[in-house]
């Protein structure tokens, strides 16, 4: 039975452009933080929760596209949604919705059940670090859209 979970990552920037990163425990390897979405909790705010709850940073979500003004409240763009295959044979798989987030401090307070390390890092430090490919990927995208967003560049 295939087992399909939504998730929610965030890519937050602070004010010097840095991202920030977290050493997963369980997996060795450096991610953005994130995780599950929990039942009735939107996914906007599900990212901020896991943010803070993993890092003790508070940030604000960014849509990657303008508001309509439409009728209906319109959510934060994530800036990707990707489907990550967690075991390697399709039968667990994360929906993952990818924001873009600013910090809105900065000071780091490591949930240390999860974390090993945490800090802040440029683009190219990530592409360093031990990490996933879809991980950088994601950096490269999420580097072009800080470079033309104004609201990640307080």
Not at 73 to 94: F, K, Q, R, V
Not at 99 to 119: F, K, M, V
Not at 133 to 140: F, L, Q
Request: charged share 25%.
């Amino acid at each position: 039975m295939v087992q399909n979970h939504f998730t929610a990552t965030g890519f937050v920037f602070n004010s010097d452009g840095k991202i920030l990163m977290i050493k997963h425990k369980k997996l060795g390897v450096w991610l953005p933080p994130g995780g599950h979405i929990e039942e009735n909790e939107l996914p906007c705010k599900a990212v901020l929760r896991e943010v803070f709850e993993e890092t003790g940073v508070r940030a604000k979500v960014i849509s990657v596209a303008p508001s309509t003004d439409a009728e209906s409240i319109e959510l934060p763009m994530p800036m990707e949604i990707l489907l990550e295959d967690i075991e390697g044979d399709e039968s667990h798989n994360h929906i993952d919705m990818v924001y873009l987030c600013r910090a809105e401090n900065s000071t780091l307070n490591p949930q240390e059940s999860e974390i090993d390390d945490i800090g802040w890092f440029t683009p190219a430090q990530i592409m360093e670090l031990e990490t996933f490919d879809n991980v950088r990927n994601s950096v490269k995208k999420a580097k072009a859209y800080h470079a033309k967003t104004p609201m990640l560049n307080p």
